[in-house]
């Protein structure tokens, strides 16, 4: 599949969401998110640590699964429409106080997956903020990530960097 053709099909799957499995985004204890972050846990215990092992071993098996039939993933890089600069980090996401990284709910998973992702800006209409979208693909598909990314940034987004 040349980039170009997978811009147009990553845009058809995404509009066909039924036919898209569903599992989580979003880490599913404080341990698996220590893990993916690679930080030991001081106040878990080692079953802890291996129950997060075992369902960072789950997760990777149903993204293996996904990217058999798909080449690319979309996601929103964050959670959350960009916030004031003077502030580190959103602390209101769709109406619930959230801490330090709860915009990061949707990068995690690639990182403690070893999977192959890029962030980068999406096209916006001219006035409103900007947003980010992260491509996801499986493990070691860095090459056809970033033509596939290339392909877009060429292609559907009118920005040019300074010369």
Known sequence: MTAAIAVEEIVRITVLKKSMPSFPLTMP????????HGEGSSTGSARDYL?????????????????ERFDFL?????????WP????????????PVGARGHAVFTPFANALG???ISMPCRVEPGNLPV??????????????????????VRLFDHHWPT
């Open 29 to 36: 204890s404080q341990s698996v998110r220590k893990v993916a």
């Open 51 to 67: 129950d997060a092992l075992d369902t960072i071993a789950a997760m990777k098996r149903s993204f293996e699964a996904f990217f």
């Open 74 to 82: 979309l996601t929103p890089t964050t959670a959350a429409m960009p």
């Open 85 to 96: 600069a003077r502030d580190s980090h959103s602390s209101v996401i769709d109406g619930k």
């Open 115 to 117: 999977l192959s992702a």
């Open 132 to 153: 980010g979208m992260q491509i996801v693909a499986a493990s070691n598909r860095d090459w056809p990530l970033l033509a596939f990314a290339r392909a877009y940034e």
